[in-house]
């Protein structure tokens, strides 16, 4: 996560998985909500960018982007399981 430090990536990854799971009624913990979360602000991060676009260090940007991607996550990872 680009701009944040470790901890507050954490909580923004924590927060934005909780969020995802909650929006995709996924049964993850809180260890997989985190690891959700900063793996798909790394992924959207990285496809964003891709398109030109680049999402600010700001903790909102991030638990945006990291919400987005963590949704994009459950959902990749229910199609791979079925």
Do not use: E, H, P
Request: charged share 5%.
């Amino acid at each position: 996560m680009q701009g944040l430090g470790w901890f507050a990536a954490i909580i923004v990854g924590g927060l934005a998985g909780w969020i995802a799971s909650m929006i995709m009624k996924a049964d993850t913990g809180l260890f997989t909500n985190i690891i959700l979360g900063i793996i798909g602000a790394i992924v959207a991060n990285f496809l964003l960018g891709i398109l030109g676009i680049n999402a600010s260090g700001t903790w909102l940007a991030q638990l945006i982007v990291g919400l987005i991607g963590a949704c994009v996550l459950i959902a990749g990872w229910r199609a791979i399981k079925r």
